[in-house]
Structures are given as C-alpha cells and as structure tokens.
C-alpha cells in the first residue's frame, strides 16, 4: 500500500510539523501510528518522505488537539509537466467549480483561470480561490500529485490574447466547421512550454468576444457533436491533453 501524502508548505528543515487540518486526516481519517512512512508535497514540485514520529495515544487522538510532526528522510524534486496546460474557463454554478478543480488536478492541468465572459452567468472573486485552492490539495493528496494547480479569477478574454503566446491558445466552440480537437493538438509546437484552451460559459461567446480572438489569430476547435457543459468541456480536454502529454513522452522514453 502507497504511504499516504500531506500537504506542508515548507520542507525546508529535517522535522516539520504539519499544519491541524492535516494532522486530524493523518490521526482521525487514517488513524496512522509512530513511525508510520508518509510523504509530503509542498504543492511547488518538492516531495519528501519521512517517519511519524510524535502521533499521540488514543485518549489524546479523542481530544482533537494533536498536531503530527514528522521526521523527513528523502527529498525528492519533481519535474514541472510540459507541455503545461491552462484552462481559461467561464465559472459555473453550485458545487460544480470544487468538482471541476478536483478532475482538472486530477489529469495534471497546470492552471485554471476563471474568466469573465460577457455571457458569464457566474462571477467570481478572490473569496472564492481559498476554497478552490483547498479542493485542489485534496486532489492532489488522493492522486499523489507534487504540483498545486495556479487557480486565478476575475480575467478578461483581452487580458488572456495580450498574455498567451501566438499559436499555444485555442477557443473552444460547438461547431462542426471549427477543426477538431485533436487535430490542433496534433499540431502544437514540440517546442512550446505552455498551451491553454479557451471555454465559454453556457451561452457561449459573443460575437463581440470571437471576433477579437479572430483578430489575434486564435484558431476554433470542437469538442464532438454534443452542446457540453462548462466543466464536461474543460475536463474532455483536460483528459485529452494528458493523454497526449502521456504518448509524447513514452515516444521520447521518459517516465
């Protein structure tokens, strides 16, 4: 079985002491005893395995009241994933930004930019990234992720053209003249560290909006024949990519 993984944001010294909501998954959740091997991330590419050592008795597990440190024995530095994908998404309603984070951390996507589009339904402020940031460390614990995903609101579509790189951004949109998916994925530059993909809120972009990421040469794909939901679409393309990222490196035999 895996040694189970916690977040600590500094692996800097030999013993760390993780922070309380961490400490109750490793005593209550997972009811982990002295000398226990875990591993911690500190969401920046940094890992680090090591031994529980000061997980207290039974009445004190009761009491809610014991932070957990442990004794770090092996660093170990983990590459940041390239090519990087962003995902420039309109904010969607309910609970279904936490479930969108969670899949996006799940299939290794970079960073998530909650954009506000002119039709955007749903608006989103600094309030809400502590809580999007907290899904995605649980996302990354239970897939054993190093990286923390940027999560980022209140961008602009203008923003987003004067920012990206000629060539590594594509606009989502339901229409069967706009080139696959794949197809532009099959034609990125080997040579660029970062892509993103632009997707709409339900009632897609305004003509206002197509028309400046016409002017910057933005190119159009499609998802499939169906009319998807926010997150459906930013997790088919999520998927995709790092399937693709997945057959680029096994051709040029990485891990």
């Known amino acids: 079985m895996a040694a189970p993984w916690f977040y600590c944001d500094d692996l800097s010294a030999q013993r760390v002491v993780l922070e309380a909501a961490e400490s109750h998954h490793a005593l209550h959740a997972l009811r ?24 207290p008795g039974d009445s004190a597990r009761r009491k809610g009241r014991c932070l957990v440190a442990v004794t770090l024995v092996e660093r170990r530095a983990i590459p940041y994933p390239v090519p990087a994908l962003t995902l420039y998404v309109a904010a969607c309603k309910g609970a279904r930004p936490e479930w969108l984070v969670e899949k996006a951390t799940e299939l290794g996507v970079a960073a998530l930019i909650l954009v506000d589009f002119e039709r955007s339904v ?12 907290r899904t995605a460390i ?16 209140g961008a602009t579509l203008p923003r987003i053209l004067a920012s990206v790189a000629p060539g590594a951004l594509a606009m989502a949109v339901p229409s069967p003249e706009a080139e696959p ?15 993103g993909v632009l997707i709409g809120p ?13 002017c910057a ?39």
Request: charged content about 20%; some cysteine; overall charge negative.
């Open 32 to 55: 982990l005893r002295n000398g226990a091997e875990v591993v911690l991330f500190d969401g920046r590419g940094q890992t680090a395995t090591g031994l529980l050592e000061s997980a």
């Open 122 to 133: 749903v608006r989103t402020g600094p309030q809400h990234v502590e809580k999007l940031h």
């Open 138 to 153: 649980a996302a990354c614990k239970q897939c054993q992720r190093a990286w923390v995903p940027d999560i980022r609101v």
């Open 181 to 195: 998916f794949l197809t532009w994925l099959h034609n990125f530059p080997l040579t660029e560290p970062h892509g």
């Open 202 to 214: 339900e009632g897609g972009f305004s003509p206002a909006e197509c028309e400046l990421a016409r």
């Open 217 to 255: 040469e933005v190119p159009t794909v499609q998802l499939g024949a169906q009319i998807l939901r926010v997150e459906t679409a930013a997790t088919l393309v999520a998927a995709v990519w790092a399937a693709w990222t997945n057959v680029r490196a096994h051709e040029k035999g990485e891990p």
